[in-house]
């Protein structure tokens, strides 16, 4: 079915949207925010991520209107894309809520989905590099592991909202602090989405 010794175009530009996701999650990861001028910062920066994603994103587009044949079904690349990008508009938006909020305590829970959400951009740009040399079958051990990541952080959604509730007194504390958590696992269920897009293309190709 592909010729395994000549780099696909399609393929490529996937692995270059799933590096800048991979980037950009590992920036927010590190970033520490100790004040509003951090804040400022780091909303820059993961707007500029974003921006790079569209282009990206655009990129890829007149590449499939140009193009009579692609490596799979034109759907799916672009799915998988697009499914990509979501996880760094989540991630995006998220940051954005940090900085309209003024929210500078950054707790465990928080740091704990990150971590999460790093791992499985990882595992997104492991996919993509085994998509790149045509090993679609493999891919589907990096499906598994973020599937798994998006598991754990169903987990620490439940507990982090329990704990809100019953420690947190000031309601616009509560308030904040539940949305940020929301938004953290809904890039979780974005990099979900990747997973199973992944898993769709294996089984329509592999």
């Known amino acids: 079915m ?13 692995l270059k949207i799933a590096e800048n996701v991979q980037v950009a999650m590992h920036y927010a990861n590190d970033f520490r925010i100790n004040s509003l001028e951090d804040l400022a910062e780091i909303s820059v920066q993961m707007k500029k991520y974003e921006t790079d994603g569209d282009k990206l994103i655009h990129e890829l587009i007149v590449m499939l209107n140009k193009s009579f044949m692609t490596p799979i079904e034109r759907e ?14 989540g991630m995006e938006e998220c940051i954005a809520h940090f900085d309209m909020f003024s929210l500078v305590d950054i707790d465990d829970s928080m740091n704990t989905f990150m971590s999460y959400i790093m791992l499985s ?12 040399m045509k090993k679609l079958v493999d891919m589907r051990e990096n499906a598994i ?33 539940k949305d940020i958590y929301e938004q953290l696992e809904d890039i979780a269920d974005d990099c979900q989405t ?13």
Request: glycine share 0%; proline share 2%; charged share 30%.
């Open 145 to 177: 592991l973020i599937k798994d990541y998006e598991s754990k952080c169903d987990d620490v959604l439940r507990v982090s909202i329990k704990q809100l509730f019953l420690h947190e007194q000031d309601p616009i504390r509560i308030i904040m602090f």
């Open 194 to 206: 990747v997973a199973n897009t992944m898993e769709t293309i294996i089984m329509r190709n592999a």
């Open 121 to 132: 951009s990882d595992e997104i740009v492991k996919a993509m590099q085994k998509l790149q």
């Open 76 to 89: 799916d690349i672009l799915a998988l894309a697009n499914s990509m990008d979501d996880v760094l508009d």
């Open 2 to 14: 592909f010729n395994r010794k000549k780099d696909d175009p399609f393929f490529n530009i996937l």
